[in-house]
């Protein structure tokens, strides 16, 4: 008889609260742990019937026996298609099985061999199981000794279902770990993707919190302007097209966790964003620094992030931002010369703080003579640090 692989079973199921609802049959047919092997295992209750074939009993005896393996049939099929079976319904009934037939039909041994193949999965533990095994193993030879069956007998109504429950209970365990697994991973994707939507979030805050900031800017600018410069506000008009065309594909981006056009771009168009803004901006940035795409990603974001508020909050009028390396790390400084600012942090500050973590960084805010904002990102394999170029 082969190992009968099974379903799994949690400790919370063994409590004796069972509902008797059904499992669609084509489920249990392709559940993942037993597949199509319930269709095939039931076949062994043939060997039950070899006994009467051969001595040619009576009516009575085939009523009894054909009796008895229907109510075989209803505990067995009740194990794979209760949604919550009973185990010591299902396993008890087929030991009482085989304890009321061995006397009368040697193959009654048959049902001693199911219930030790089917208690290491009904219960919750290897203890449990092994004890179930005893169970049933010493009901069958104390039966056995009383009725002074044979040997071979006894061996098969005893002693092989042994060997049968003994190795089940080895691929019961893996099953309960496999189920175990199961759990782990699906509670490591919901976590996946709880942080890939913290993620996006960030990544819309900054993203849009930053191009809505320049619109709103350009769009003031361009309503002061209308009147005594009306060529100048057209340019500012048309520039308000641009970065809002701009922004739906930086959206698009940032959700696919791309970045356009890298941090050089960044700087640039940070720099832009702040005279435009009426600060005197300075921008010192290392040519040769080269990053790997995560940092480049993440600085690019806290650079998006510290001008907004600079533009918003800051009143300043200059700003420096400063990038250079440093002893294996990359060092990323903006500071303003504006009001600063109390010390709690709002979500910017705090995306952009988790992301610089993640990393493996460090972020820290002063707000000492305006605000100055330092990220250190950690590098591997970057090129020595050359000359800066002054912008």
Known sequence: MPFLGSRDFDKDSMSGSW??????????????????GPLLWWLYLGFFFVQPIVDHVGRKQWFFDILGALVF???????????????????????????????YNMGGSTFFIFAAAMVPFMVSTQARAIAGLGLIGAVAAIEGFLLHVSGPVLFWAAGFPMFI????????????MNCQLRKANEEIENLAKVAERERIARDLHDVLGHTLSVITLKSELAGKLIDRDPQRAGKEIREVEQISRQALSDVRDAIRGYRSQGLAAELAQAKTTLETAGLTVQCDAATTVKLPAVQESVL???????????????????????????????????HDDGLGGSNGEGNG???????????????????????????????????PQGEGSRN
């Open 300 to 334: 690019s974001l806290a650079v998006r992030e510290a001008v907004t508020n600079v533009v918003r909050h800051a009143q300043a009028r200059t700003c420096r931002m400063r990038l250079e390396q440093q002893n294996g790390s990359c060092r990323l400084e903006i």
């Open 19 to 36: 509902s008797l609802k059904l499992r669609p049959f084509r489920s249990v047919i392709h559940d993942r742990d037993h597949g199509w």
């Open 165 to 176: 429950g003994a190795g089940n209970v080895f691929f019961a365990e893996r099953n309960r």
């Open 73 to 103: 049939l209803i505990l067995y099929w009740g194990i794979f298609l209760l949604e919550r079976p009973r185990p010591l319904v299902h396993v008890g009934g087929m030991l009482l099985l085989g304890v009321l037939f061995l006397p």
């Open 349 to 383: 500050l705090r995306g952009m703080r988790e992301r610089v973590e993640m990393l493996g960084g460090t972020l820290s805010r002063s707000s000492d003579a305006g605000t100055t904002l330092t990220i250190t990102l950690p590098l591997k394999d970057v090129a």
